[in-house]
């Protein structure tokens, strides 16, 4: 069936120090859409991604689509205490119903 | 804008008991969605709705879950005979629909079964 990996499961890192995680889809993905979820809260969501090898920016986050809209990462340059969260990937599925696949999400600490 | 509304938060309940939670979505949304969480996992689909009528089902839902919107507004869902592998993270989120768009989510219901 359709599937979104992320890697890694975990990452810790020192405050100050970059962070990046990527997201796979085993099919091709009309867009691509990232959450956050903060300890003991819910996803928000965060972007999505439409256009093939699109770049979008918020502040210092940095997500790109792939060009072949199977891949997807989030970039997050110089990680402040307020990052900590676990940060997912969905794709919708293939018969377009509205449902998202969530990849299993990259859990970061930062340390302060 | 008063958000994604999910009760009971912690639902803690004996194996072989039913339970039944609600989620009330933003208003003007006509999309809902019913997901499950477990420890270290993302989201998994249950079922969505848009307005009233329940439009797909994840394989992941057995005969023991049922989920209604009779008015398309609020949703309830219900688990008859729980095991203890229905423990987890319940969430619903909304979206304005239709289309694929951002998904606004509860603060979930976590079920524990003893």
């Known amino acids: 069936g359709q599937q979104v990996m992320q890697i890694p499961q975990y990452q810790h890192v020192q405050e100050g120090e970059d962070f990046t995680t990527y997201c796979n889809s085993s099919?091709?993905?009309?867009?691509i859409q990232w959450y956050k979820q903060r300890p003991g809260g819910h996803p928000v969501f965060l972007i999505q991604?439409?256009?093939?090898?699109e770049v979008k920016k918020q502040k210092r986050l940095t997500f790109q689509f792939g060009e072949a809209k199977k891949n997807s990462s989030l970039h997050i340059t110089a990680t402040q205490t307020t990052d900590v969260g676990t940060y997912f990937c969905a794709g919708p599925s293939l018969n377009q119903g509205g449902k998202l696949i969530f990849g299993q999400g990259t859990e970061l600490s930062v340390k302060p | 804008d008063t958000g994604v509304s999910q009760n009971p938060r912690h639902k803690i309940t004996k194996r072989g008991q039913n339970v039944t939670f609600r989620c009330d979505p933003i208003?003007?949304?006509?999309?809902l969605y019913w997901y499950r969480q477990t420890l270290g996992q993302g989201p998994e689909f249950l079922t969505y709705?848009?307005?009233?009528?329940?439009?797909?089902k994840s394989r992941l839902l057995s005969d023991r879950f049922s989920a209604e919107r009779p008015k398309g507004s609020f949703s309830t869902l219900e688990i008859q005979r729980t095991e203890q592998g229905d423990s987890a993270m319940y969430l619903c989120?909304?979206?304005?629909?239709?289309?694929?768009?951002?998904?606004?989510f509860g603060d979930g219901t976590r079920l524990s079964i003893l």
């Open positions: 991604l439409v256009k093939s090898g």
């Open positions: 208003s003007e949304h006509n999309r």
């Open positions: 709705f848009q307005n009233e009528a329940q439009l797909e």
């Open positions: 099919t091709t993905l009309s867009n």
């Open positions: 989120a909304s979206s304005p629909g239709p289309g694929i768009q951002p998904q606004h």
